[in-house]
């Protein structure tokens, strides 16, 4: 069966970079985009951006461009996600989403606390 | 970048209810659109995609509808288990975006 288990919480200082694994199986790695999502607490769904685990083409959402790069590695079927310059209001937890039906997402991973705090 | 606007915010209704959830697209996504129910601590889970196809595992109860700007996602009769927060998507363009939430609550 198809599951998507990321890495653990994390804590981090203002400026800080954080570093999220999202490693996949039950599938074939390569045939399907990887899209990562954040939700703040007590907040609604925010889509970061998506990554082609085929050929690592990505699409980020406009505010976060220069901060966020999306990566994969398909020897190890993981996609990563790093979010550079931490601020408060990006504590959040955030999750990894393997796409079905070209974009829609049907499975997720467990997503991953982080909390920016000096 | 295309917005989605849901509506209402929060929903209060009954076990047995019909409800309707409203999503509209400041531009047209076609029929690139999903819904998504999302339990509190949990992953969203993807019920409808392509607007109005039921996704596997998915209960018959939940349906969608639409194209283009306006779309609605319908629970014939809600269960104890659907009251929860339910997310609009589109993914016609390259930057996908939700809707702001529709929380469904007990009456």
């Known amino acids: 069966q198809v599951q998507l288990v990321q890495s653990g919480a994390e804590v981090k200082k203002p400026g800080a970079s954080v570093k999220v694994s999202c490693k996949a199986s039950?599938?074939?790695?390569?045939?399907?985009?990887i899209s990562w999502v954040r939700q703040a607490p007590g907040q609604g769904l925010e889509w970061m951006g998506w990554?082609?685990?085929?050929?690592?083409?990505?699409n980020y959402a406009q505010k976060l461009q220069g901060r966020v790069t999306m990566t994969t590695d398909t020897s190890t079927s993981t996609a990563y996600m790093e979010l550079r310059s931490l601020r408060s209001d990006d504590t959040a937890v955030y999750y990894c989403?393997?796409?079905?039906?070209?974009?829609?997402?049907?499975?997720w991973g467990q997503g991953t606390l982080v909390t920016v705090s000096s | 970048d295309i917005h989605m606007t849901q509506s209402p915010s929060t929903l209060s209704a009954s076990v047995g209810d019909r409800v309707t959830i409203t999503c509209r697209a400041s531009?047209?996504?076609?029929?690139?659109l999903a819904w998504y129910q999302q339990k509190p601590g949990k992953a969203p889970k993807l019920l409808i995609y392509?607007?109005?196809s039921l996704e596997s595992g998915a209960p018959s109860r939940f349906s969608g509808s639409g194209s283009g700007t306006e779309f609605t996602l319908t629970i014939s009769s809600l269960q104890p288990d659907d009251f929860a927060t339910y997310y609009c998507?589109?993914?016609?363009?390259?930057?996908?975006?939700f809707g702001q939430g529709t929380k469904l609550e007990i009456k």
């Open positions: 990554i082609s685990a085929y050929n690592g083409n990505t």
């Open positions: 392509k607007a109005s």
């Open positions: 989403a393997r796409e079905v039906y070209s974009g829609s997402m049907g499975y």
């Open positions: 531009q047209s996504v076609s029929s690139w």
């Open positions: 998507q589109q993914y016609n363009s390259y930057s996908y975006t």
């Open positions: 039950g599938y074939t790695f390569t045939s399907y985009g």
